[in-house]
Structure formats: structure tokens, C-alpha cells
């Protein structure tokens, strides 16, 4: 610190809310919406496959004829 300014603090935990983020004695899991929950979740992936988007392509020209 320059010069002779000194800062000094008290902090003390006043902070009584329910976030599970505040209690570490939970199994936490994750979510797919990006919460905390305690339920085992199923994950769906959505990817986009261009091989399969341009088959769909080719194969709709193909119907057409």
C-alpha cells in the first residue's frame, strides 16, 4: 500500500439463504437447465450431423424426380 492509508474490515456471515451452492454436506447433481438438483437426470444431446443433413438433401431431390 502507498503512503500511510490502511483499510481494515470485519466480515461476518449474515447470509441464511437456501442456495445449495451454500450447503456442502449435499450430493449435488446436475441439471440440464443449468440448476442443482437432487434427482437423477437423463441428458439428450442435440448435435448436428452434416453428413446425414445432406443425404436428407440428395435423397429429397432423388423423391422428387
Known amino acids: ?3 500511510q492509508y490502511y483499510a481494515r474490515f ?3 456471515n449474515v447470509d441464511n439463504s437456501d442456495s445449495y451452492l451454500r450447503q456442502p454436506h449435499r450430493v449435488m ?3 440440464n437447465d443449468g440448476t ?4 437423477i437426470t437423463d ?3 442435440m448435435i448436428e450431423n452434416r453428413r446425414a443433413k445432406h443425404a436428407g438433401r440428395k435423397f429429397a ?3 422428387s424426380r
Open 1 to 3: 500500500m502507498s503512503g
Open 10 to 12: 470485519v466480515v461476518k
Open 29 to 31: 447433481e446436475l441439471h
Open 36 to 39: 442443482y438438483v437432487e434427482e
Open 43 to 45: 441428458y439428450v444431446l
Open 61 to 63: 431431390a432423388a423423391a
